[in-house]
């Protein structure tokens, strides 16, 4: 049975199997890239619930693991050498599982950097862009009519690039699934939570809303968009 007792994050959120892949997380667009890609390679783990308040995320325990403070976050029990590993930040994660099994990166060295590209656009700009447009759209408690619109206009933006590569193919990467459209399609689906479709031309668009349909109906993110329960206990 693998030791994981250097990791003090264990003392918090104890493993029931060790030996598992352990992840940290709760199910917003960034948590789930983790849980959707560990069920689509079919590697065993074992959830943990971690709610995002400040007592959670930013408690000694979880910040020993993310000294950023962010879900989400796993231990590798197998990691490189066979030894324990943590790591953290969504994209990192999607990147080590997906060599871990030598799968959801293509088939060449240059589907593998056509897909590491696409998980950078999501990382560097549709993630920060959009988590701004949600907070300035649904969760400011003033209105600040600049930073809607900035925000907006630019997802607005990064959704027509999204658009115009998907016109004549399936995945973002090309024409297999990947671990970009794992980072990709959960923050694209985001607006609707957001409730921002009016201001971003989302009704406009033809190929994105078919996109995240062809996502969400694969069993693996059905089940993944869920985990950890936000309901548990």
Do not use: C
Not at 62 to 70: A, M
Not at 79 to 86: A, L, Q, V, Y
Not at 120 to 136: A, E, K, T
């Amino acid at each position: 049975m693998a030791d994981l007792s250097a990791f003090p994050i264990t003392q918090k959120w104890a493993p029931t199997n060790p030996d598992l892949i352990q992840l940290y997380s709760f199910p917003t667009p960034n948590g789930v890239k983790a849980s959707i890609a560990l069920e689509e390679l079919g590697l065993p783990y074992e959830p943990h619930l971690v709610r995002l308040g400040d007592e959670f995320v930013k408690s000694d325990a979880f910040t020993s693991l993310n000294p950023n403070g962010k879900i989400p976050a796993i231990i590798d029990p197998d990691g490189p050498g066979g030894r324990p590993m943590g790591l953290f930040e969504s994209g990192a994660i999607l990147i080590y599982l997906a060599e871990k099994t030598g799968k959801l990166l293509g088939e060449t060295p240059a589907d593998r950097h056509q897909v590491i590209q696409w998980v950078m656009f999501q990382m560097g700009g549709v993630g920060p862009m959009f988590g701004q447009l949600g907070h300035f759209h649904k969760m400011a408690k003033e209105d600040v009519p600049y930073a809607k619109s900035r925000y907006a206009d630019e997802a607005k933006r990064l959704y027509s690039v999204v658009e115009s590569e998907l016109e004549d193919r399936e995945w973002i990467a090309g024409d297999f699934f990947s671990i970009a459209d794992i980072a990709l399609a959960p923050w694209l689906n985001a607006i609707h939570f957001y409730e921002a479709e009016e201001a971003v031309g989302f009704d406009e668009l033809k190929n994105v809303p078919a996109y995240i349909e062809r996502f969400f109906d694969r069993p693996a993110a059905q089940k993944g968009r869920r985990i950890p329960d936000p309901d548990a206990a």
